[in-house]
């Protein structure tokens, strides 16, 4: 056996003046050195040289199937046939756990395969070429088959004992996936719920905060404050100078609170009685002051 001499570093006290830290000492340790594993070399080298016979496979069948659809934009839609059995050679490899989906998988390449290759025997029997047409669907057929072949090989058996542990692992990793996709969800819908709700609060309050600013106390010095609407306010603003001249007349000219009440309702129907009131009675106690 090959041994190797490799460093490493292991804690040691160590102590200067009184004073002991742990520090990090050097270490010559000699380690045994695997032997080189041949098997997984040939996959790797095998698997290289596969990859390389697609690559071929993918060129040839995008000139042919190009060529077949008279070029430029048809080039684009000939890479889409060997993408296609190329992308389900993949879902074949990730599903060798799964033996329905690593089924269908190889099922859905084999049509996959067989439609390329169709389409290549096509342009081959266009330019009256059999060999064209042959050899050519035979090329992506061959790398489809080599590439079954890799997989078969690395693919690990199992009893019908572990396939069903393994199936119930997978379900319960699963499982857990599904549960914490619903969370999300119920996660966002919450947030997305409590976001709605504090701009539907916050929504009232500036309404409540706008009516309250246009609702007007009409404040009656011997009676209750009486809220008053906007277009109440508005409207009494705008007669406010009229209601106050009129009494000032009225009292003025020795009409009693009452008459000069009615005097003033009669001039301005749509008066608030209130405020009407409220003005007789300071005009004649600013009369009576004067007097």
Known sequence: MKFRTETRRRPVEHTVDGITHTINKPQQVRVPVLPADWDSRAIKAASA?????????????????????????????????????ITVLILEWLGRFDPAKQKFARNMG?????????????????????????????????????????????????????RQWVDAEISKANAKLAVAGVRRRVAVAEVQARAEILAAEQLLNQLDDGANTAEQIVVDEESTPVLASPNTVRRQVEQAPSIAELARQQVTGGASNKDAFEEIMRRIPDAKPESVQATVRREARRQTRYM
């Open 110 to 162: 084999f049509v996959l395969v067989g439609v390329t290759a169709g389409a290549i025997a096509w342009h081959g029997a266009l330019l009256d070429s059999v060999a064209l047409a042959v050899v050519g669907a035979a090329v992506s057929v061959i790398a489809k088959l080599l590439w079954m072949a890799i997989f078969r090989h690395v693919d690990k058996p199992l009893s019908d004992e572990d």
């Open 49 to 85: 040289l596969v990859l390389v016979l697609t690559a071929i496979a993918v060129v040839w069948s995008t000139v042919s199937i190009g060529s077949l659809l008279h070029g430029g934009p048809g080039y684009a839609a000939a890479a889409l046939f060997d993408v296609s059995w």
